[in-house]
């Protein structure tokens, strides 16, 4: 069986946020935003990297006005316009930029289309819980809204579920279920991933027990029967002691790996390396690069008209990354 992974460069754009999750070891309090040259530079550094990968905070501008004021003595309307061009800025450099951009509008989404190879949004639960009673984005609904627009403007997406943030067995599976069947509707679903829950000292979950191998496992085999089997199930390698019982479970993807920057979310995970990854597989699954956009999606022609020349460039006949 093909494992499948990503090397990527991982740009915290913001750590400003509309939202305030209790759990987010992220989210910063001040006005937070990288500048032009800081991008530039960190994209330089990434030599073997084919994604740039753009994470940040949900609408700081509704919480930070003056970041707002800071964009537009900078000459931009709106966050969302910079991203585009912090998106074309990597493209030029030779990236293929996948961005998460936290709850977008069916316009917005239309604005970020054509300048990433694929977009992402973490569901995180279908359900309401405790820990987002602060975070207006991670209410199910609007999180849902903004999978199914993508899904009407034929857009490859990554999605996810987080374990361990207070959900019972019974939502995560709830939660697969609807990703499967916008999925079924849509047939825009790339990757979901399958998340534990870190707590983050200095956050109001920073006590709360993390979920177990066994309740791990158990999700991941329970994703690969409620999930399509076009759909790629994504175990993060940094988060877990050894992906091998995870990828018997049934995931095949181990998401972005970047050799320059940390995982921003989880900064005290180390990325394990490609070496270390291979010797993990036992001889048992074969590892491929993969574009940001999945091979399916490649053959189908699914991404930003402005990445295609990237993607031909990078691509094999299969779909992969080209060796």
């Known amino acids: 069986m093909i494992v499948t992974y990503s090397r990527n460069v991982f740009i915290p754009l913001t750590r400003s946020c509309r939202n305030k999750c209790w759990y987010c070891g992220f989210r910063v309090e001040n006005v937070d935003l990288m500048d032009k ?6 994209l330089e550094r990434a030599k073997s990297a084919k994604e740039a990968l753009f994470t940040f905070g949900e609408k700081p501008e509704q919480v930070h006005p ?13 966050l969302l316009d910079y991203v585009v061009e912090m998106n074309k800025l990597a493209i030029n450099l030779g990236f293929l930029p996948h961005t998460n951009a936290g709850v977008l509008e069916k316009d917005e989404l239309m604005k970020l289309k054509p ?7 973490m569901l995180e639960q279908a359900v309401e819980l405790d820990c987002h009673s602060e975070s207006p984005g991670k209410k199910p609904e609007v999180r849902i809204r903004t999978i199914r627009n993508a899904g ?22 709830y939660s697969l279920e ?13 990757e979901v991933i399958i998340q ?9 979950m920073e006590n709360f027990p993390e979920p177990s191998l066994e309740e791990m496992l158990k999700t991941v085999k329970l994703a690969r029967q409620i999930l399509p089997k076009d759909v790629a ?15 018997k479970a049934g995931a095949n993807d181990l998401g972005g790996i970047s050799e320059v920057t940390p995982d921003y979310i989880n900064p005290e995970a180390r990325w394990p390396s490609i070496d270390q990854i291979e010797k993990s597989l036992r001889g048992e699954f074969v590892l491929r690069e993969r574009l940001p956009v999945y091979p399916k ?12 020349e990237l993607i031909e460039v990078y691509s094999d006949d299969d779909g992969y990354c080209r060796s």
């Open 233 to 247: 199930i994504q175990i993060p390698p940094n988060l877990v002691e050894d992906i091998y019982p995870f990828l």
């Open 178 to 190: 609807v990703i499967a069947e916008l999925h079924r509707e849509f047939g825009h679903i790339q």
């Open 37 to 42: 040259e800081s991008i530039k530079k960190l």
């Open 152 to 173: 009407k403007l034929r857009i490859p997406f990554t999605t996810g579920i987080l374990i361990g943030i207070g959900e019972t067995e019974y939502d995560r599976a």
């Open 196 to 204: 534990n829950f870190k707590a983050k000292k200095g956050t109001k």
């Open 66 to 78: 003056e970041l707002k004021e800071k964009l537009r003595t900078l000459g931009y309307p709106s």
């Open 115 to 121: 300048f990433n190879a694929s977009l992402g949004l």
């Open 297 to 308: 999606f490649v053959k189908l022609k699914l991404f930003g008209s402005a990445v295609s």
